[in-house]
């Protein structure tokens, strides 16, 4: 008999062996996921396991989270993995039918009273139900799997906001917030079960197919790790939040490598002949002092189509660490190049709609509206050449796609030949480079190209490629 979800299955009676294959099979899946966990935070996991046992499963969260994060950003994948390896129960809810249309009905109108109510434990439960009602696919004995979209899609819990919102009214427990505000808590409560049946929906398959692949392949990355190019609206936002602590971070690297390379390297010649007085033994090295001076930079950004929240996000990250540089200067193009620096000034530039305004007020097409790098690159080099120049670091953030149009090899290289040094982030996978209109290769012979698909990604070359 299948226990119910809402009781917690790790109890006392978990041998020593179970609760070690539980945490390094944590600790592991989280790994796979970027977090950075050693050896002693695994230990310090165990010390908190059993210091906090297993009978307050909430408890036991916050006390693994805090020995295994280093960070909040790790937070939601810490949360989705946890309710895997430590889950609240296993099989499904006892009782539950096969989701006919009256039992989906009636599903509906208990979720109504649960959501209007704000009651928590009710919505898990009810979660459980959907998923196990509504959310099964296949042919074999007990389901083949269970898909969250699925069930979500035939409960269509965002449908119900009027009839919540009337509920609320009716009980005087809203009348304290406008509607738009009433809204939005009914929206966030919402929201809040479409991630409870997410959850349901994974722990279910998960027992089915193995906790370990699953928490591989079906917790959703954290935002430094989501792909630029199939990245949802939700996803960039959240990504366009971590810019200033990334910027921070990056800021407090250039300004080591500054400081490191303005002590200079050892004067041979010079220490050589200082060493005379010492019969040949080099006491006192004798380093080449550099002039510290702040480089420039220009960005080329590519602004058409998914290729968008990549350079909005990259933009927005360099004008971060604008005081690293004596100056930046911005240029967008999709067919026709305009510079963007003013839309991009320090305190001004608006992360939410940074994207729409310079399609807006900026020059970015021509005649047609497809991608033309030849026609970009070449209006930057007649138009812009006195933006290059010995200091310049110039970066051309885009997939390098042409739509089958002249790539505009010369111009490329009439930029490479004035500027201190030209970088190609493309965000596109390096095996799709050159497959169909992609002109990346050949791009590629005359620039240094990087791949550039996430924002850890980025951060990385970031802080190895700006120059000091």
Request: hydrophobic residues 40%; charged residues 30%; proline residues 4%.
């Amino acid at each position: 008999m299948s226990t119910p979800a809402d009781v917690p299955t790790d109890t006392p009676t978990d041998t020593p062996a179970d609760l070690a294959d539980r945490l390094t099979g944590l600790a592991g899946a989280l790994r796979a996921h970027g977090v950075r966990i050693g050896t002693g935070e695994t230990v310090d996991a165990g010390r908190a396991v059993a210091a906090l046992g297993l009978a307050d499963r909430e408890l036991l969260r916050e006390g693994l989270a805090a020995t295994l994060l280093h960070g909040t950003g790790q937070r939601a994948v810490f949360d989705q993995v946890f309710d895997l390896y430590f889950p609240r129960g296993v099989g499904g809810p006892g009782g539950a039918s096969g989701g006919g249309s009256g039992d989906r009905e009636e599903l509906r109108e208990r979720l109504a009273a649960a959501l209007a109510d704000d009651d928590t434990a009710l919505l898990r439960q009810l979660a459980a139900e959907a998923v196990d009602g509504l959310g099964g696919y296949g042919s074999s004995p007990g389901s083949d799997g269970w898909s969250s979209y699925q069930t979500l899609d035939r409960l269509r819990p965002q449908t119900l906001l009027a009839r919540v919102r009337a509920d609320v009214r009716a009980r005087g427990a809203g009348t304290g917030f406008a509607d738009r505000l009433l809204d939005d808590e009914i929206r966030r409560r919402i929201e809040d079960f479409r991630s409870m049946v997410a959850a349901e929906a994974r722990r279910r398959v998960a027992e089915r197919r193995g906790r370990d692949r699953i928490a591989r392949r079906a917790v959703a990355p954290s935002a430094d790790r989501v792909d630029f190019l199939s990245a949802g609206r939700d996803q960039l936002t959240e990504l366009r939040r971590t810019v200033q602590p990334l910027a921070r971070k990056l800021a407090t690297r250039l300004a080591a490598r500054r400081r490191r390379a303005a002590r200079g390297s050892i004067d041979l010649r010079r220490t050589l002949r200082g060493s005379l007085s010492t019969g040949g033994v080099p006491m006192r090295p004798v380093l080449r002092r550099r002039r510290p001076v702040r480089p420039e930079l220009v960005l080329l950004c590519d602004v058409s189509g998914s290729v968008s929240g990549f350079s909005d996000f990259t933009m927005l990250l360099v004008q971060a660490l604008h005081d690293q540089f004596s100056k930046i200067r911005v240029f967008a193009f999709v067919n026709r190049i305009d510079e963007v620096t003013g839309l991009l000034e320090h305190g001004r530039a608006d992360p939410e709609g940074l994207g729409a305004r310079i399609r807006a007020e900026a020059t970015l097409t021509g005649w047609h509206g497809s991608s033309d790098y030849g026609v970009a690159l070449g209006e930057f080099a007649e138009r812009y050449d006195a933006a290059v120049g010995p200091r310049t670091t110039v970066f051309v953030l885009g997939d390098a796609r042409t739509n089958n149009l002249d790539p505009n090899l010369a111009a490329i290289r009439r930029i490479a030949g004035r500027a201190r040094r030209v970088y190609w982030l493309n965000p596109e996978p390096h095996s799709l480079w050159g497959t169909g209109d992609s002109a990346a290769p050949d791009y590629a012979e005359l620039v240094e190209m990087h791949e550039c698909r996430t924002a850890r990604q980025l951060g990385g070359l970031i802080a190895r490629l700006l120059p000091v």
